[in-house]
C-alpha cells in the first residue's frame, strides 16, 4: 500500500505491541507521519500505566524517531470547519479525532485509524490497517 500516511494513536499502541499487520503496511508506506495529538494521547497513557517511565521513555524514543507534525493556525481553521460540519449533521467525534482529521487534511495526508467514526469527516481519506 502506497501513499503518504498519518498514524492514529490506536496504530501507533498496535505497533507497540508488535501488530504484524502494521508493521507490514508500515513497510510498504512511502511516507508515515505522526501528530502532536497522538503524541500527546501516548504521554497521557504513559503517565496512566503502572510503568510509567518505561512508556515515557517508549514514546519519547518513537516521537524523537519520526516526523511529528505540530498545530498551526491552519490547522486550527481546518479543525473549525470541521468541527461546525460535524455538528451540523448530529454527527460529533471527539475532540483530539477532530484535530487529528484536520491535520490529516491540512497535510493531504491519509489516516490510519481503527476508528469508524471517522468516516463522518468529508473528505477524510482512510486506511484501516
Excluded at 7 to 25: E, G, M, P, Y
Excluded at 67 to 96: H, S, W
Amino acid at each position: 500500500m502506497h501513499g503518504s500516511f498519518l498514524l492514529d494513536t490506536n496504530i501507533i499502541i498496535a505497533l507497540f505491541a508488535s501488530d504484524a499487520a502494521v508493521k507490514t503496511r508500515l513497510a510498504e508506506a512511502d511516507e508515515v507521519f505522526v501528530s502532536s495529538i497522538a503524541i500527546g494521547e501516548l504521554y497521557f497513557g504513559a503517565w496512566r500505566s503502572a510503568r510509567t517511565q518505561d512508556n515515557l521513555a517508549r514514546v519519547d524514543d518513537f516521537a524523537t524517531n519520526n516526523v511529528v507534525l505540530a498545530c498551526d493556525t491552519e490547522t486550527a481553521r481546518r479543525y473549525g470547519e470541521i468541527k461546525e460540519r460535524l455538528r451540523a449533521r448530529g454527527r460529533p467525534i471527539p475532540e483530539n479525532d477532530i484535530w487529528m482529521a484536520a491535520i490529516t487534511l491540512q497535510h493531504d495526508l491519509i489516516l490510519v485509524t481503527r476508528d469508524a467514526h471517522f468516516e463522518a469527516v468529508e473528505g477524510l481519506r482512510l486506511a484501516a490497517w
